[in-house]
């Protein structure tokens, strides 16, 4: 009952801002200026068939952290699904000021996740506004690159791409096909305490973030494509509480470096392809547990065990072909491996890998149909576990878009 009312009073919370929005749209055309108002999204069905087995709340995903860590541990193979979730709106604004041009983005989903994983409930994606060369509010982070994700029905995308929606403020010195952008990001990591989960000296250790996750990216583009090369440095602590003979506070540091391209070839075949390495990185990615992994220390009864920024890499590399105006394809391959302290459980997630392979059919304007065959895999630490699942997956989606007012 609680979680159904808390939805309906999201329900109601939005009803009322899109409501305040709307009504306002046909006073400000009345208003003088160089503006631009559009509302946007789309509706989105999917309905499909898990082969496999995955954990319930990520019926219509592949993630493969979300495959089970051990024989039958979330039920029976097979099972059918249907799902709206995808379904997306979304309002942009332009408007001149006298110091640059003002963009504002407000968009949300229905795909829930965290605690409201499995839900179909508001998801906000979007809130960000940018004047001239600097931004603030939540958007993607400079150190992915969102041309990179190739174009599938399956809603989670490739499980080795760098993926994150943060909260930020930017500065961006060079705008445009080649641009230059750098930010200073909300930090935020997660550890697994993995063998020592139940020790009491591990209870009182908590994080800490001193500073914000820095980022940056340099964008460089050609009459074939482009060229990306992203960077990140954060720093994470943990202290421990407990007055006790054991002192397991300590700090990392998290780094990465993310190249990313498109490359065109011939008139109907893009490549995307990304390759990522860093340490503690893994809330940027797509598809990773945790940044912080434990690691035995012996020979030093203080501090028996300390916390490592857990080492990682991420390949995408995906084909999108356009066989005419109306058909389309995708197909390609995703991975992340995860090098795993000597601390962790041997169920801990290892390697994650990830393969798509749809047709798609756009019988008329903004409306699309498509097939899609889906595959993910998932590789244990040291058990020997490994499992997949194969899905298809048949989708259905119409696009809208209404600008309001338009720009003089």
Known sequence: MKKMFLQMARIRDLAIIICFLTA?????QED????SMEIYGFI??????????IQPDWYDAVRPTKLPSYENEYGPDGSYYASVRQTRF?????????IGELKTQFEFELYGTGVDA???????????AELGKFGAGQTWSPFMDIDVFPNTLEYWGPTGMVFFRNIQIRYMPIQGDTRLTIALERPGASADQGIYENRIELQGVKGRFPLPDLSAEYHHGFDWGYLELAGIVRKIEWKDQNNDQFDLSGDAVGWGLNLSTNVKLGQSTVFKGQVVY????QNYMNDAPVDIGIENNPGNPVTPVKGVALPLVGVVAFLDHSWSEKFTSSIGYSMIDIDNSDGQTPDAFKKGQYVIGNILYSPAKNCLVGAEFQWGDRENFSDGWSTSISKVQFSFKY???QAFYRKN
Do not use: C, P, V, W
């Not at 003088?32 to 503006?35: I, L, Q, V």
């Open 24 to 28: 306002n749209l046909m006073h400000a």
């Open 32 to 35: 003088e200026g160089n503006k």
């Open 44 to 53: 989105m069905t999917d309905i499909g068939y898990n082969f496999n087995q």
């Open 90 to 98: 979304g309002i942009k604004n332009y408007f001149d000021t006298g």
């Open 118 to 128: 499995g839900q179909t409930t508001f998801r906000l994606r979007h809130a960000y």
């Open 278 to 281: 860093g340490e503690g990185i």
């Open 399 to 401: 696009n809208f878009s």
